[in-house]
């Protein structure tokens, strides 16, 4: 069984290993110096200004994702959302949910980010600009030059979702003026889902603690995990089985290198797109892609139908998409703990697949 999933990956035995230990209780001096350790190996991972700026979630990262919005965002605020697939729709979705008015850019598929696309919206005031940098429903990476010049310009907080992106491409919150970045645990990270992490620039964490007072939840209340962090802690329990995951994670990235990660994950993309492009496969190709995950693009032939023939003959895990795009796109994942003889694998499987689906 080999997992191609964007989320839960295939994990690493570092991290799977670790659920047989005995697990201490988690208001102590020994768990506390774990949660630091995470969020200063988080913090150096994506140049977040301190690890006093880390807040660790228990929810999967729509969760993050809402309870950024509360906490970040008020009623006055007029927000800007890049809108590309199922990802940029949930965070219109969140926004309506939570009565803050929106412009949205929407992208069809296939559909690139440009310069051009911000035009229509240079001459209006934003407080925030959302974006889930990799549209993990279709595959496009969005330049995130782009879209921190606009924030520059427009003094707006730039919230960004990195979930699917961190630990597959470049990421650095500083250099590109990155107020809020959202992640969670079982995608670049490669551990059990149920952890999220929520990353503040200074001016972020001041807006926060200023409108603490009108924020209309108790479990979800940044201020107090803020607060609780200083003393590695959270206000409440926390995915204390994956908090260890993330350590031997952290300990297995940080001893390759994070130079050397990121390249293992590109070398894997890049070579399952040059051998996917030489077996005649398409891959769509009028956007750049995060090397977490590849497009693949089906015309006739269902593509559902090859999901599930190489799950029940090979157990070879590969993402179906949703929405209009489900009967054409499959997506196969560059992260967790798969190597190039994986993918030759699954390129011999799927060209099998494809013949026998056929010959039906
Ligand atoms: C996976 C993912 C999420 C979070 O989904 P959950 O199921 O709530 O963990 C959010 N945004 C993006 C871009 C994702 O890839």
């Not at 080999?2 to 697990?23: C, K, L, S, W």
């Not at 590109?266 to 891959?283: C, D, V």
Request: glycine residues 4%; proline residues 3%.
């Amino acid at each position: 069984m080999t997992h191609f999933i964007i989320g839960p990956v295939q994990m690493y035995p570092e991290a799977m290993n670790i659920r047989q230990n005995d697990f201490s209780y988690f208001r102590s001096d020994d768990f506390s110096k774990i949660m630091m350790n995470n969020a200063k190996r988080l913090s150096l991972l994506m140049n977040c200004p301190s690890y006093k700026n880390i807040i660790f979630l228990t929810m999967s990262g729509t969760g993050a994702m809402e309870a950024a919005i509360e906490n970040c965002l008020s009623h006055k605020d007029r927000v800007l959302v890049v809108n590309g697939g199922t990802f940029g729709k949930r965070f219109c979705e969140l926004l309506n949910r939570h009565c803050i008015a929106y412009d949205a850019i929407n992208l069809k598929w296939n559909e690139q980010l440009t310069l051009q696309h911000l035009c229509p919206f240079e001459k209006n005031n934003y407080d925030a600009l959302l974006v889930n940098l990799h549209e993990t429903s279709t595959g496009q990476l969005y330049d995130i030059k782009l879209l921190s010049d606009f924030a520059k310009r427009k003094n707006s907080l730039l919230m960004v979702d990195a979930i699917s992106t961190f630990m597959a491409d470049e990421y650095d919150m500083e250099k590109n003026g990155i107020d809020v970045t959202i992640i969670s645990s079982q995608k670049g990270l490669c551990c059990s889902p149920g952890l999220s992490i929520v990353a503040l620039s200074d001016r972020a964490k001041e807006k926060i603690i200023s409108q603490n007072s009108v924020v209309s939840t108790s479990y979800f209340n940044f201020y107090d995990y803020l607060q609780n962090m200083e003393r590695g802690q959270t206000p409440y329990t926390p995915a204390v089985g994956i908090v260890y995951e993330l350590d031997a994670m952290l300990n297995l990235i940080i001893q390759t290198g994070k130079k050397e990660w990121l390249q293992s994950v590109a070398e894997k993309a890049t070579y399952f797109r040059n051998m996917a492009i030489k077996k005649g496969f398409t891959i769509p190709c009028s956007y750049p892609h995060s090397n977490a995950l590849t497009p693949v693009l089906f015309t006739n032939l269902n593509a559902k139908s090859i999901v599930n023939y190489l799950r029940e003959h090979f157990q070879l895990y590969v993402n179906p998409c949703g929405g209009e795009l489900s009967n054409s796109l499959i997506r196969v994942a560059h992260i967790g703990d798969t190597n190039l003889k994986d993918f030759d694998n699954l390129i011999e499987k799927m060209t099998i697949a494809i013949k026998n689906i056929k010959g039906l």
